[in-house]
């Protein structure tokens, strides 16, 4: 386990997330233009937005995860090897779920 509280970081994510979330949903949510070019260039730049909505979610699924094992006193263990979460991932990464050797191994 880690002394690292990861909490505030984790609270700031969730936040960040949820913001390009609504906003990528709310451009999502515009009309297109009436001119066929331009709407097949609109259409276009709609499927780039779902890919970034999905990578917001993706991230705020990430830092519930992450929550969870607040909660169960397993956050700062690998969910792979059950070994130390070296500290500074964890400063940069607060939401990981590997140590970096088997997140080598995974991706």
Do not use: W
């Not at 969730?14 to 259409?43: C, M, N, T, V, W």
């Not at 499927?47 to 990578?55: F, H, I, Q, Y």
């Not at 519930?64 to 059950?82: E, T, V």
């Amino acid at each position: 386990m880690t002394e690292f509280d990861p909490r505030p970081a984790l609270d700031q994510l969730a936040a960040e997330y949820s913001k390009r979330a609504e906003a990528i949903r709310r451009d999502l949510g515009r009309s297109h233009s009436p001119d066929f070019a331009e709407q097949a260039q609109q259409r276009q730049n709609d499927d780039v937005l779902r890919a970034l909505l999905a990578e917001a979610e993706a991230g705020m699924r990430l830092v519930g995860l992450a929550r969870l094992r607040l909660a169960d006193g397993s956050y700062g263990l690998c969910a792979r090897c059950g070994e130390p979460i070296e500290e500074r991932r964890l400063h940069a990464l607060p939401a990981a779920e590997n140590c970096l050797r088997c997140a080598g191994e995974v991706g």
